[in-house]
């Protein structure tokens, strides 16, 4: 039996039909408001109107478990980013091409935390404006256009980054032609050696490129590979892939925007668990704790090549307020001690799902590192078949006990569990045995 492929923005979503929802209602104002491009959470979608820590709450008054959300990282509305945020807003916000204290500072902060290589800044508002802008700089510096990245992948919805995001497209049908596609790094594709196999798949598709006349430029991956299914093992197994991607002549585009800034808990920066720099970094999500803001990181030569061609402005990026959310969220890791955190709870909760994953047939495999797990649902007595349904099944089954999670993967079969940084043990707990309940009520055969 095969499932589905199925689009990540259709993974987890309200189903629109015009006579749910009784006129002047806030879903029926939605559709007015929103149109075809609205997309919610759960078939009843949910109304939330604050958050704090882990924690968010309905407008009935109803809590929820965030197991969700990458962005509020440090904790909803964590006390010290508000503070900073209205200090700063309060005082100035201006553009980037003023001399300011506070954002120079910011960037002197976050460079401590990468590798020297990469920097040189431009900061801007969405991961996707960074990952448009790192496809510029590595097409300038390899004079190439092809970009090689995996069959699930999401790196935003630029048009150009839309051509690199497998997961965002909706129709069967060809694949942009500077655009190879390769499995995701998982046992499944490659058996016992995924490194090898995986750096075999990105020579081949960049192979396959120059063979149709386009010159390599880029192998752009997220080191997690959260919207594959979450693939974190074993660390290294990234460089030989990168290795094969330089020898073609691209360049490694690092997108940090789901595992960056602590989240794996024994790196701050998901390559690093692979041993590797990047010629680019991309980051955003988790870099303001909600504040929008984003970031690309590179030598100072590529962006000088670069910046040959064209000037690169962003209204709003890099402002100081952004600034101020950014060095507050950076404090607030090192302060609270969150890398450390989420490497502790992580391993613990990643213990409790794979002794779920013993017990109940359906649970396939538990991937992860720190607080970024996948729980990879499959059909009982047949690992290989990945089991949708399932995974539907207990994100509805998690809804009613409070909790909230999505899913990800080429078939939408894996629970992507990625709550705040500031998890506690017991919330760890609460999450498991809320999971054990839900997989209790599945069928087992
Ligand atoms: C890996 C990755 N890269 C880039 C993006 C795009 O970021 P944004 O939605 O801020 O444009 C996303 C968003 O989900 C992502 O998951």
Known sequence: MTATVKPILDLN??????????????????????????????????????????????????????FYNNVPSVGHCHPRVVAAIAEQAATLNINTRYLNQRVESYLERLKATLPDEVSNAVLCCTGSEANDLAL??????????????TEAAYHGNTAAVTDISPSAWKLAGPVPAHVRIV????????????????????????????????????????????????????????????AAARAAGALYIGDEVQPGFARTGDAMWGFARHGLVPDIVTMGKPMGNGFPMAALLTRPDLLALFCEDVGYFNTFGGNPVAA??????????????????????????????????????????????????????????????????AATALIAGL?????????????????KVRPPLCLTRAEADLFADALAECLEELPTA
């Open 13 to 66: 979503a309200f189903r629109d039909d015009a006579s749910a929802a009784p006129a002047g209602s806030l879903l029926a104002r939605r559709r007015a408001n929103f149109g075809a491009a609205s997309v919610l959470f759960y078939s009843d979608p949910i109304e939330v109107v604050r958050g704090q820590g882990v924690w968010m709450e309905a407008a009935d008054g109803r809590r929820y478990l965030d």
């Open 183 to 242: 499995p995701p790094p998982s046992a499944a594709a490659f058996g016992a050696d995924i490194a090898q196999g995986f750096a075999d798949a990105v020579a081949a598709a960049f192979a396959d490129l120059q063979a149709s006349g386009i010159r390599p430029s880029a192998f752009i991956c997220d080191s997690i590979f959260s919207s594959d299914g979450v693939y974190a093992d074993p660390p290294g197994f990234l460089a030989p892939a990168v």
């Open 136 to 149: 510029r700089v590595a097409a300038k510096a390899s004079g190439g256009a092809g970009v090689v990245v």
């Open 324 to 389: 101020a959310a950014g060095l507050a969220v950076l404090e607030v890791i090192a302060e609270e001690g969150l890398q450390a955190n989420a490497l502790a709870i992580g391993g613990h909760l990643k213990a409790r799902l794979a002794a779920l994953a013993q017990r109940y047939p359906m649970v396939g495999a538990v991937r992860g590192a720190g607080l970024f797990i996948g729980i990879e649902l499959v059909q009982p007595g047949d690992p290989a078949t990945p089991d949708p349904a």
């Open 399 to 415: 809804h009613r006990r409070g909790v909230l999670i999505g899913a990800a993967g080429r078939y939408g079969n894996t629970l």
